[in-house]
């Protein structure tokens, strides 16, 4: 069993920046790709990024390329969305998962566990 539990949300303005961390348990944290999705209030829950096990390949939606940045540390069990040029559209719980057998995915049904979710609000 996988456990995953992020951080660093938070109210921010527009135009400002935060960084999400999201820490998992097991041994198995640097076989898995692991994404970033994010769902608003009313709306369905979407993909944001994803990098796979090496770090080596990411994806992005194509609203945050070049603002969000995805990395991780297998030595810390750890993923992180490095949010900048923040916009209100961006508002939302932002949720990490992990994948098995998968390089990177963009769908949420490929991947096994995920977080509680961390809120993300931009005012403008």
């Known amino acids: 069993q996988v456990q995953l539990v992020e951080s660093g949300g938070g109210l921010v303005q527009s135009g400002g920046s935060l960084r999400l961390s999201c820490a998992t348990s097991?041994?198995?944290?640097?076989?898995?790709?692991m994404g970033w999705f994010r769902q608003a209030p009313g709306k369905e829950r979407e993909f944001v990024a994803t990098?796979?096990?090496?770090?080596?390949?990411?994806y992005y939606t194509n609203s945050v390329k070049g603002r969000f940045t995805i990395s991780r540390d297998n030595a810390k069990n750890t993923v992180y969305l490095q949010m900048n040029s923040l916009k209100p559209e961006d508002t939302a719980t932002y949720y990490c998962a992990a994948g098995r057998g998968v390089v990177v995915a963009t769908t949420a049904a490929r991947y096994d566990y995920w977080g509680q979710g961390t809120q993300v609000t931009v005012s403008s």
């Open positions: 097991g041994r198995a944290f640097s076989t898995y790709a």
């Open positions: 990098i796979s096990w090496s770090g080596g390949s990411t």
